[in-house]
């Protein structure tokens, strides 16, 4: 089993940055995704950025030249460097971890707002 803890949320004004974490705990032997999702409120939750096991990255058009996925493995820890942020990247963040079972953080949310 993994549990996953995110943070580094908070409020940015427009254009501003942010730089999310998320750090595992315990362990699933068949790991192969690790992935930031959102949820706006009143809307779907959307993949946003992922790293498969061979640390290849990939981002959603939304998001394609502004955030960063990365990890630390020694940390068990990834990260979502999000620069030049929008009023419409407000939103709830989870972690996400894919392996025999998928695996869910309680989120933190982020508000883009002047």
């Known amino acids: 089993q993994v549990q996953l803890v995110e943070s580094g949320g908070g409020l940015v004004q427009p254009g501003g940055s942010l730089n999310l974490s998320c750090t595992a705990s315990?362990?699933?032997?068949?790991?192969?995704?690790r992935a930031w999702y959102r949820q706006a409120e009143g809307g779907q939750r959307n993949w946003v950025a992922l790293l498969t096991n061979g640390n290849t990255p990939n981002y959603a058009d939304s998001v394609k030249g502004r955030f960063t996925i990365s990890s630390d493995n020694a940390k068990n820890t990834i990260y979502l460097q999000m620069n030049s942020l929008k009023r419409e990247d407000t939103a709830v963040y989870y972690c996400y971890y894919r392996g025999r079972d998928t695996y869910w953080g309680s989120g933190t949310q982020v508000t883009v707002s002047s």
């Open positions: 315990g362990s699933d032997p068949r790991l192969n995704v």
